[in-house]
């Protein structure tokens, strides 16, 4: 595994979350394989990497839905046992949602699983629907909810007993762009307040915007890991972003050119290695007429594709 270890605390200092050397198999199959991460308190650290790398089962174990066939977890400082569940909120990728409950019903009944009092789940049902436009919905059942509306629910359930540590698994999975907009702005107000948040996705430009640290795995294995700022700075400036009109000869010049990505209205150009940009900016202008051309860190899928090239 590639990793930064001055971007964590060292073992055995105050982290939220600690696995060592995880694994778990079904049958045959390998689904996380000796995994180690650490998350520090009042981060969002993303769990990240492709459908069918071992998210699902990290967070299954985390939360203790099962459990490892070896390795250790620790939270809050103190190896993982039943009566740190209660300090932990889950959303799930799967619908879990009663379909003929009503939407306050069903908050409450979450919130009362948690050790809420119903008047206090109630109010604070009330609170979170207002803040993510579902008030005129909470007398409606389940089933009349859109998928969107009902992953709002959902992630309501999973935050009214004001857990310590949220884990969330593909939070913006049937999301519109406006709703999606509201729950990163619910999880960035979370983490202001002093949470911990781990989120799984295979959308990597959500985490990107999102995430302090990420831990990338694929096939069970965690390939790379660390502080992302750091991440991406040690990948170096190498990506250019170009809008022009006229000859493109020049992104087929193999000395500066590694890959291009055309889109249409603009292109994305991987510089290839010992590249000068200022070398490929006078190419280009001698070509074409420019109306942009911006340096850029790579993106986080690029930093994925690359480390898992070279796992």
């Known amino acids: 595994m590639t990793s930064l270890p001055s971007a964590f605390p060292a073992a055995g200092a105050a982290s939220t979350v600690e696995l060592s050397n995880v694994r778990k198999t079904y049958d045959q199959f ?54 740190h569940i209660q300090r932990m909120g889950y959303l799930p990728e799967e619908r879990g949602l009663y379909r003929k409950m009503k939407v306050l019903d069903h908050l409450v009944f979450l919130g009362e699983l948690k050790g809420l009092g119903r008047r206090e789940a109630a109010a604070r049902a009330l609170r979170w629907c207002e803040r993510l436009d579902l008030s005129a919905w909470t007398s409606k059942k389940v089933e009349e909810l859109s998928k969107g509306m009902q992953q709002k629910v959902q992630f309501i359930g999973a935050l009214l007993h004001e857990p310590d540590l949220i884990v969330m ?64 700075a040690g990948y170096g400036k190498r990506n250019v972003q170009i809008k022009y009109e006229g000859d493109s000869s020049f992104l087929r010049e193999p000395r500066l050119v590694r890959s291009f990505n055309d889109y249409g209205n603009y292109v994305e150009v991987r510089l290839a290695p010992g590249a000068d940009a200022q070398e490929l900016l006078r190419l280009a202008g001698a070509h074409a007429r420019l109306s942009k051309f911006e340096v850029e860190e790579p993106s986080l899928e690029e930093i994925f594709i690359d480390a898992v090239n070279h796992a």
């Open 169 to 232: 698994d593909e939070p913006f999975s049937g999301l519109d762009p406006a709703n999606t907009v509201e729950l990163k702005d619910a999880l960035l107000e979370l983490k202001k307040a002093g949470k911990t948040i781990l989120l799984s996705t295979h959308r990597m430009d959500q985490a990107e915007r999102l995430c302090d640290s990420i831990c990338l795995i694929n096939n069970g294995r965690g390939i790379l890991q660390g502080d992302l700022n750091r991440i991406k």
């Open 30 to 83: 390998v689904a996380v394989d000796a995994l180690s991460l650490l998350i520090q308190p009042g981060k969002v650290h993303g769990l990240l990497g492709p459908n069918g790398a071992g998210k699902t089962s990290t967070l299954r174990m985390l939360i203790g839905i099962i459990v490892p066939d070896s390795g250790e977890i620790r939270v809050f400082g103190e190896s993982l046992r039943r009566a």
